[in-house]
């Protein structure tokens, strides 16, 4: 036989290897599909899939995932599989609900299908308080929204919002941002305007100065907004994300042009209720108390006392008096644990406020983290 025939011959017989694991593969997820059923009906055999969803069962899923997985394909990539798997298992009957911040290609969308993989009815509202109205009313089961960026900083009317509303946070999000500029121009030449939000436009701000110097730069609401206005317009182009560009048709003319190489943005996950314990998770907590010397030395000190790491402290005005504030503060560990629900106990003695507004499973990232 010529070496050509073996070849092609090896070729056939591992292309029928694939065809065996496929035919496996689709086998088995068909289980994981009829299993995940079997859990409803356990349950009392409602439709709604939020009465089925658990945030730390699937972080628990998936950090088992990370931990096994051997390669050649790369965590991510396994951590986008699965999620996609477990989102299609979920909503066999009735798909998640999903309200989060606006328009249609924007990098909270993306996070939205990050976390909840694609089986989910995703709604785009035009603003934060939209997004907590509707999981309040109940017209959708979860929220997504910005909370802060690692560049630019906290998104103060997210964490605005928790002082009116008595929502939870039942998870968090971590995405990689990565920007480019769309346009229908065929060289930055041809550019005389760029939109962005303004957030994005502070992200991009050196790579503007050094590669499009003197070009007007317009803040727009969103990411979204920007690429849908400059879709026809070749002599402007928007800064966003790959999905604003396929969503609204925009070639990417540079990519990654963001001026950091590990710009993040966290988002937070809002909904009815806390959740259990996940063995990985992370706290955040409305602090206030009485004004004056020490006032947060005395919220801080049960921390330490029961050893507590402390991730994030913010301070926001408190709406109740001038020059009065509220702390938001995210410590690791989950409300029921014994530790942290002693810290609480000793908290709700010099505090004035001690509100937990959520205890949910941190962010399962692809590098182990």
Not at 164 to 184: A, F, M, P
Request: hydrophobic fraction near 35%; glycine fraction near 6%; include cysteine.
């Amino acid at each position: 036989m010529s070496k050509k025939k073996e070849d092609t011959a090896s070729l056939s017989a591992v292309r029928d290897e694939i065809d065996r694991l496929d035919e496996r593969i689709q086998d088995l997820i068909n289980e994981r599909a009829r299993l995940a059923f079997r859990v409803r009906e356990s349950k009392g055999g409602s439709r709604d899939a939020v009465n089925f969803y658990r945030p730390e069962r699937e972080a628990q899923v998936l950090r088992k995932l990370r931990e096994r997985n051997r390669g050649p394909l790369s965590d991510n990539e396994m951590l986008r599989l699965f999620r996609e798997i477990m989102s299609a298992c979920l909503a066999q009957q009735e798909p998640l609900k999903i309200a989060y911040l606006g328009p249609e290609g924007t990098f909270t969308q993306q996070a939205v299908h990050r976390h909840f993989g694609h089986s989910v009815h995703a709604s785009s509202l035009p603003t934060i308080d939209e997004a907590f109205e509707q999981v309040q009313a109940g017209d959708a089961d979860f929220g997504v929204v910005p909370v802060e960026n690692s560049t630019q900083g906290i998104v103060s009317h997210t964490l605005d919002m928790f002082l009116y509303s008595d929502l939870k946070i039942c998870g968090e999000i971590e995405l990689r941002v990565r920007q480019n500029l769309l346009t229908q121009a065929k060289s930055l030449q041809q550019v005389e305007r760029v939109y962005s939000h303004e957030q994005s436009l502070s992200q991009c701000k050196n790579w503007l100065r050094t590669h499009l110097p003197g070009v007007e730069v317009i803040a727009v609401s969103s990411n979204g907004e920007a690429a849908r206005r400059v879709r026809n317009m070749p002599e402007a182009a928007a800064i966003g994300g790959r999905s604003a560009a396929d969503v609204y048709g925009l070639p990417v003319l540079f990519a990654d042009i963001e001026d950091h190489p590990d710009n993040t943005t966290r988002f937070l996950v809002i909904g009815r209720e806390i959740f259990a314990p996940s063995g990985h998770d992370k706290t955040t907590l409305l602090l206030s108390g009485d004004e004056g010397p020490g006032l947060l030395h005395s919220l801080l000190e049960p921390f330490r006392v029961h050893g507590l790491n402390m991730n994030r402290i913010e301070s926001r005005p408190a709406r109740t008096g001038k020059w009065a504030y509220v702390f938001f503060v995210d410590v690791e560990g989950h409300a029921e644990e014994p530790q942290v629900a002693a810290a609480l106990e000793d908290l709700s003695k010099v505090s004035k406020l001690s509100r937990v507004l959520g205890s949910y499973p941190r962010a399962v990232l692809a590098d182990k983290s």
